[in-house]
């Protein structure tokens, strides 16, 4: 209680005698002053030091003072502490006295002196000059305008032509600015609104005195993640009408990075050719982040790893399978989605700290990376963008993209080339020190090692970003139709369900990996592992996304005349947009991903019921990355798996229908 002015222990045992004030009552501005008021003065009175009460509501010391003593003045109409009312905003709980012996002018000044004899002014003023609907529907009215109209208020309230403010030359325009100027510090909140957006966010996100949050020495203990759309074309080839192919522009790919704080290190990173990255893609970076990286064969000449390994996993040891403490995600739909916050919670064990809203400065880390990577890499592009619509390096940006033929596995090479020469550049925040280096010195010389994930935690990494869903067994005799699940419009089936009976009504969970649905994994209600169910016909026999079934479906249901038992709308889908690629960004984006998910080893993978040391990496690199050798090797396999066919196969189709023969998906 050292150095206040009061006696705390007087002031609360008067404060439970102050009657409360309805602050549901008031405006929203001024319930916001009101709080403010009524915070500081109880936190003055439970003792805290004043340095904590103005950081805490931006009062300044001398202010606080004038509060308490207000709240302590009698009221003698009541003889009772005016209390928490006196804290009111525009409220004067003493009008001004001409003093009877002498007539002595009151020591404030001629302005003060109007004010306290009309105390409405004060309302009028504020009012106006802070927008308040009820005094006026100007915006950010001029002060040179308010001057006119508080003449005319003068006027109203009878005041003469020979009184103040009218004998001075001026009329009270200085007086009334400086006025105003000390109206906007005692009321910062309604001040600030005033001002435009960017200087509206910027001043709720930065402190007084003090930073908000401390940059952090030891890895992994805080990480940013967010994402940014590259300002680099790509293209994709498209069939025209007369059989040629032309190479048209597709949409713009994002970037989902995740940027260790402390060192400056990017950890992992995942690639998205969607409108705009979903929750799949949020868990892929982090998925990739956390798990050794595979090295990617890079087929442009001159692009190699650095020396430094390019990231950490290659170049620390104790970097592989390191876990993060903290992670700053912004308010993004990807970011806020329950299955991302979930799995970073539960299953990680890590924390999330979400900074104010459209405020990047809290993530200054991580867009600062953005605008490197931009300005000493994609920019540099023939296919770039620009920085803006007004860049001159944006023209001529889709012609050049289709002349030199970008495509998205250049996209790919690309930024896992400038991330790796990224994380061994030095920076000027690092003294001069390159991120690699900066951890390593801190993990292998200071001993801040990061936690390390056990077995178990490794299983969860590596099914990050798969998703779990509970569906319940269909089927009956009477319908003809053996045991199945249903997951997005298609039927699953394998042996072990096909010939279960018994679990016809039971409920399963099936853990479902977005990239490939074309099988998914079931257990059964106590978590028993009943293996791959297979989707029926074509959709069992492609890979494809979670997103292109959704996408699929919805084009079969808009045209309900070709949605039939026996029309493949995965097929239809695909001539869609292969139709509507030479009008369509959007179409051929989409064609190309459908294309990429065919050349995806995932199903394969999964088939062979393992998790290989590729699962690590982003699904956005995975199907990016198959060179034409491995592309042909699929479709290779996938031919020959089309001609085996087996006595058992034969057997399945003796003696059912042509029509249930299809529904099981017996038919390539």
Known sequence: MAGKKYNLSELKASRLEWKKVLEDALSPENREI??????????YIDGFDNNAIGQETSIHETRIYKLVAKCCRTNPATNEPYGYGALLPYRHIEKYKREAAGGRAASAGMFEQLLQTHPSLSSFIADNYFGKSEATLEKNMAVTTLHKKFLDECRKLGIQDYEYPFITETKGLRTLRRYIISLRSQNESLAIKREGKDARQKYRATGKGHKNSTVPLAPYSLVQLDGHQIDMLYTVPVTNSDGSISNLPASR????????AATRAILGYSLSTEE?????DVLAAIKDSIQPRARVEFTIPGFCYPAGGGFPCFAIERANWAIFDAIMLDNAKAHLAHDVMSKITEKLKCAVNFGPVATPETRGIIERFFGTLEENGYHRIVSTTGSNA??????????DAANYGVTYNDIVELTEYLIATYNNSTHTGLSGRTPIQVMKERMEGAGMAPCIADDKMKETVAGLTRLIVERTVRGTFSSGKRPYIS??????????????????????FLEVDPGDISSVLAYTEDGIELGHLSAAGIWGRRSHSLKTRKEALKFANRNKTKNSPFYASLTGYE???RNRAAQSKGARTKGERIRREQESPAKQDAADGGGGGKEGAPKALDIGLPGKKSGMAAKQASEREECDISADYINELDGISFEEAYKRGLFK
């Open 34 to 43: 009101f709080a403010s008021r009524k915070k500081a003065v109880d936190m």
């Open 253 to 260: 790919v994002w970037l989902i990075a995740v940027i260790d």
């Open 276 to 280: 705009n990255y979903s929750q799949t």
């Open 390 to 399: 007004k860049d001159a390096r944006r023209a001529r940006a889709e012609k």
């Open 487 to 508: 997951y997005e419009g298609v039927e699953y089936r394998n042996e072990a369900i096909s010939i279960s009976d018994h679990l016809v009504g039971t409920k399963l």
């Open 575 to 577: 001539d869609e947009l």
